[in-house]
Nanobody, 119 residues
């Protein structure tokens, strides 16, 4: 059983930056490294959106939603069992609850961290 805890959300003005973290426990370093890690966001009244993902294993392929390409960057530190989402040039429409998930067959979810972009 993998537990995920997100942090780093908050209130930021448009054009600002935030760095989200997702810390995992309940898995060894080598097991964590095999998980694909994802960041989703949910906005009330809209479908959940996959924002960014990074593959497990040696490839670690990164993928981004078109809405965040060139602004967001996903990375992982397997030794720390943590995945990050660097968010730059934030827009009002980036506001939402951000969740991380870990997937390797079974998918585990965190509780989320709120990001609010507003003046």
């Amino acid at each position: 059983q993998v537990q995920l805890v997100e942090s780093g959300g908050g209130l930021v003005q448009p054009g600002g930056s935030l760095r989200l973290s997702c810390a995992a426990s309940g898995a060894s370093i080598s097991t964590f490294a095999m998980y694909a890690m994802n960041w989703y966001r949910r906005v009330p009244g809209k479908e959940r959106e996959l924002v960014a993902s990074i593959g497990g294993g040696s490839a670690g392929i990164k993928q981004y939603a078109d809405s965040v390409k060139d602004r967001f960057a996903i990375s992982r530190d397997n030794d720390k069992r943590t995945v990050f989402l660097q968010m730059n040039a934030l827009k009002d429409e980036d506001t939402g609850m951000y969740y991380c998930s870990a997937k390797w067959g079974i998918e585990y979810w965190g509780q989320g961290t709120q990001v609010t972009v507003s003046t």
